[in-house]
């Protein structure tokens, strides 16, 4: 068993406890990580003189030597070896000798762990973010090609006022912009160097910590040793942000499980996004928006583990923290899965427009612009409001709907209806006058697509 602290104990550790102890199983995805962390290490400690150039140039292309062999499957990562640290640190020293002993001067596994996770979740979090992107332009896109296509809007599941098609995927767009901004708002807090926070109280060698924040890509060094190390709130942050992203998939997962319904028909899935039953030949399942609105719950999960984990950790470093990874990465692949799956799904499905429409016709979706009518006559709201109460009774009892009305019929429940009364409550009135900000007539559904082409534009 490769270990780097036997030097302080007399007995070897146990082998139940060694694999309970281990990580090396699931922090080995840190290799990358792990490597530009070390070679980044190595060039700040020549420059201020604890190596020499020799040393480091040694170190540095054993480390590429590792970072070439893992990468083409030459050199494999095994649970001989503890963690991912012990076996970049272990290989360097089978292949430079003594020399590799340098490598952790001035170092922790506390900060380089520290490091490393903070490393790989900046990358993951920058790939989430180009996911998301896609998928604002998918969204932006069946806007733009959907501004006349009307459905019926609904609060409580029921028919309310009819919108566009534009309009209800604006509202997912408006909240995919906002997940966009929060992971744009985790970078900037995560973006600090740990490296060089030592075990929890930095260290006597004269680092430069400035560099390596440099050399990786960061923006400087962190503020606090102790924090340093024993700081996972940017992993809170970062899954609860994924946690916000998936509940706005899943609602919009089960959106379109209800419009490919029998009973909707508003939306087909296509076949690469679709299963069939094994023994009922009519069926075509909405799999993946179904697997979409389940998974959720894993990330939740994740978020959970690592707030519950960390609410009883005193300062500084403690094994618990070594909990933060494996639910971590599996929330990482699943919202990168579900965000690709997802983009897809939604822009090969196509739209049962005439089935949207006389949806939108039926279910008294018109009936407060009725009621809008009889204000704009001199009728006070509530008055109005029960006026056209008894217009839906009438309508229920006799199976007919606002527009099936005869003049007649409409007067003899309230005398200030006239002929233009089937305008105002027409499909495309009821729509189109509702110009205000945010809301789903051509001319605020317009402002809204420009706004969201800048978006974009800014994005690139």
């Known amino acids: 068993m490769a270990q780097l602290w036997g ?12 694999n309970f102890n281990a990580s090396i199983s699931f922090d080995q995805k840190f290799y990358k ?6 070679i980044a290490h190595v060039t700040m400690l020549a420059s201020v003189g604890i190596l020499t150039d020799d040393e480091k140039e040694q170190i540095i292309d054993g480390l590429n030597g590792i970072l070439r062999d893992v990468e083409n499957g030459t050199l494999e990562i095994t649970d001989k070896y503890e963690d991912i640290h012990s076996f970049v640190e272990a290989n360097l020293i089978d292949r430079i000798g003594d020399v590799g002993k340098k490598l952790h001067t001035g ?34 896109q ?20 009819p919108v566009t098609f534009a309009h209800h995927v604006g509202a997912y767009m408006e909240m995919f912009k906002r997940d966009y901004s929060r992971l744009c708002d985790i970078y900037e807090r995560m973006n600090y160097c740990p490296l060089g926070a030592g ?3 930095g260290t006597t060698y004269p680092l430069d910590r400035e560099l390596t924040a440099k050399l990786l890509g960061f923006y400087g060094p962190t503020a606090n040793s102790m924090d340093s190390v024993s700081d996972r709130d940017y992993v809170i942050e970062m899954l609860s942000a994924f946690s916000t992203i998936m509940m706005h998939l899943s609602r919009f997962s089960e959106e379109i499980i209800i419009w490919n319904s029998n009973e909707y028909q508003f939306v087909e899935l ?36 690592i707030l519950t984990t960390m609410k009883g950790i005193p300062l500084a470093y403690n094994k618990d923290m070594q909990e933060d990874k494996e639910l971590t990465f599996d929330a990482i692949d699943t919202v990168k899965g579900c965000l690709a799956l997802f983009t897809g799904m939604i822009s090969t499905m196509k739209l049962n427009k005439p089935n ?31 006026i056209v109460g008894q217009l839906v009774l009438y309508c229920i009892d006799k199976n007919i709907a606002l527009d099936d009305m005869t003049l007649d019929e409409y007067k003899a429940i309230s005398p200030v209806f006239e002929e233009d009364i089937y305008k105002a409550i027409s499909l495309e009135e009821c729509v189109e006058k509702r110009n205000t900000i945010g809301a789903p007539g051509k001319e605020a559904i317009k402002l809204a697509i420009e706004a969201n082409e800048k978006f974009i534009k800014e994005l690139s």
């Not at 922790?108 to 992107?133: F, I, W």
């Not at 733009?144 to 006022?161: C, E, I, R, S, W």
Request: no cysteine.
């Open 33 to 38: 990580q792990d490597i530009n962390g070390s």
């Open 270 to 305: 296509d076949d690469s996004y679709s299963t069939g039953s094994s023994i009922m030949p009519q069926k075509k399942n909405p799999d993946i928006a179904e697997l979409v609105r389940g998974k959720t719950g894993r990330v939740y999960g994740a978020l959970t583990s």
């Open 142 to 161: 069946l806007m733009k090609d959907n501004v006349d296509t009307y459905m019926p809007g609904f609060t409580h599941l029921q028919k309310a006022q």
């Open 199 to 201: 075990a929890l109280a």
């Open 107 to 140: 170092r922790s596994r506390n900060d380089q762990v520290a490091l490393d996770m903070r490393l790989y979740s900046r990358d993951e979090l920058l790939e989430v973010k180009g996911l998301v992107v896609n998928l604002i332009k998918v969204l932006h």
């Open 356 to 386: 949207m429409e006389k949806s939108a016709m039926n279910g008294f979706t018109n009936a407060t612009d009725a009621a809008d009518y009889l204000v704009n006559h001199g009728v006070p709201f509530r008055d109005a409001h029960g």
């Open 7 to 18: 030097g302080r104990f007399t007995k070897e550790t146990d082998q139940l406890v060694y």
